[in-house]
Structure formats: structure tokens, C-alpha cells
């Protein structure tokens, strides 16, 4: 069973920096492309960016220069780096798994812009 651990949330200023870490085990992590989400109070989950086995990445338009996806394969871990953080990027993020078997998500990470 694929399980999915994020971290690295947390309360931070606007303008500083984070970055989120997501842990894959319990399958290949190769076979599976990943995805970082958000969802912010009373919104809609959103996606942020995915990255697919051959390091390939893609963004929403609107996230497109203040957020990196990453992957190390040999660790199985995900990253998602957030410059310029803005209090609109309050939110909770969550790291999802697609592959054959399906979608798997983590219980996700809060963060908290705020002055």
C-alpha cells in the first residue's frame, strides 16, 4: 500500500521561503507521477505543479515561477519549494501518487503566511 508523509509546513512571513517535503513508500516510487495540491479555507482543492519519473515538470499558469517541483528517486521523496510567499498561499498541501494502482494521497501539511 502506497503511503504518503508530507512535511516542512509551518507559520511563515510573506516574502520568506519553504519547502515541503513529501516521503513515498510501500511501492515503486519510479511508476508514479507526482503531484503537489493545495487546498486553501473554503476553497476547492487545487493543483500546483506535477512531475513525472523523467524529472518532466508542469504548473497551473497562475503557479507558475514562484513554485519548483523536485523528485529524488533514489530517496522517494517529492519536493515542492515556495519563494516570495504570499498570504494567499496560506493553505493546507498535500502530495498525491498517480500511477497504475491508482491515486494515493498524504494527509497534508499546513501552511500559514502571515506578517
Known amino acids: 500500500q502506497v503511503q504518503l508523509v508530507e512535511s516542512g509546513g509551518g507559520l511563515v512571513q510573506p516574502g520568506g521561503s519553504l519547502r515541503l517535503s513529501c516521503e513515498f513508500s510501500?511501492?515503486?516510487?519510479?511508476?508514479?507521477?507526482m503531484a503537489w495540491f493545495r487546498q486553501a479555507p473554503g476553497e476547492q482543492r487545487e493543483l500546483v505543479g506535477d512531475?513525472?519519473?523523467?524529472?518532466?515538470?508542469t504548473y497551473t499558469e497562475s503557479k507558475k515561477g514562484r513554485f519548483t517541483v523536485s523528485r529524488e528517486n533514489l530517496k522517494s521523496t517529492v519536493s515542492l519549494q515556495i519563494d516570495r510567499l504570499k498570504l494567499g498561499d496560506t493553505a493546507v498541501y498535500y502530495c498525491?501518487?498517480?500511477?497504475?494502482?491508482?491515486?494515493?494521497w498524504g494527509q497534508g501539511t499546513q501552511v500559514i503566511v502571515s506578517a
Open positions: 498525491r501518487a498517480q500511477g497504475f494502482r491508482g491515486a494515493f
Open positions: 512531475i513525472l519519473d523523467d524529472m518532466i515538470t
Open positions: 510501500g511501492s515503486n516510487f519510479r511508476h508514479y507521477a
